[in-house]
């Protein structure tokens, strides 16, 4: 079974760091195109962050300088490093990922992450 599983999520104070983690697990090849999104309660799901296959990343205005997504492609693993949080960024984040495989490519999503920035 094919699936996405994020952690390193947790309550943080403003100004502080964390880095989250979706790793992919199951039978596949590669992943493709991945995302981090943004659901703050009571909000529709933003997105935050994407990174192609080739390593090209792209940011949601409101992260911009303050977060990083990156990739290890040997362990099948999308990060997001936040840092300088704002109460703002608080929110469920899930991860997002093409996955390529016998299947062919097939997007999935994770379970999310609760991200809660709070003095």
């Known amino acids: 079974q094919v699936q996405l599983v994020e952690s390193g999520g947790g309550l943080v104070q403003p100004g502080g760091s964390l880095r989250l983690s979706c790793a992919a697990s199951?039978?596949?090849?590669?992943?493709?195109?991945s995302a981090w999104y943004q659901q703050a309660p009571g909000k529709q799901r933003e997105l935050v962050a994407t990174i192609s296959s080739g390593g090209r990343s792209n940011y949601a205005e409101s992260v911009k300088g303050r977060f990083t997504i990156s990739r290890d492609n040997a362990k099948k693993t999308v990060y997001l490093q936040m840092n300088s949080l704002k109460a703002e960024d608080t929110a469920v984040y899930y991860c997002?990922?093409?996955?390529?495989?016998?299947?062919?490519?097939?997007?999935?999503w994770g379970q999310g992450t609760q991200v809660t920035v709070s003095s």
């Open positions: 997002n990922a093409d996955l390529y495989g016998s299947f062919g490519f097939k997007n999935y």
């Open positions: 199951g039978s596949f090849f590669a992943i493709a195109n």
